[in-house]
């Protein structure tokens, strides 16, 4: 998480204030936890929601239609982050005098 200024102008941040708001007035669970288990919980709801907008929304349809869902198998989910990056040089285009 991540804390932003009110009156920031940042998309969303009104939308995030409602929802602290209607959150603080509800009863809280004395659930204790460790970071390690919020850690988890979020990603886990954060891949949830992810998935969803993948499998609903309108962009990458072409890439969907090959790939439904992200396979952990894959093998470049087994790269370094910085070596699944491909870089191609960029061609410089140089019109016809």
Avoid: C
Wanted: aromatic share 6%; glycine share 6%; proline share 6%.
């Amino acid at each position: 998480m991540q804390w932003i200024p009110g009156h920031s102008n940042t998309p969303g941040n009104d939308k995030a204030d409602r929802l602290a708001k209607k959150g603080s007035t509800q009863e809280q669970p004395i659930t204790a936890t460790t970071l390690h288990t919020a850690k988890q919980i979020l990603m886990t709801t954060n891949k949830e929601i992810w998935l969803n907008r993948w499998a609903m929304g309108n962009t990458g349809r072409e890439v969907y239609s090959h790939m439904a869902s992200p396979n952990l198998n894959d093998n470049i989910n087994h790269l370094a982050r910085r070596d699944q990056i491909r870089s191609e040089p960029f061609l410089e285009f140089k019109p016809n005098t």
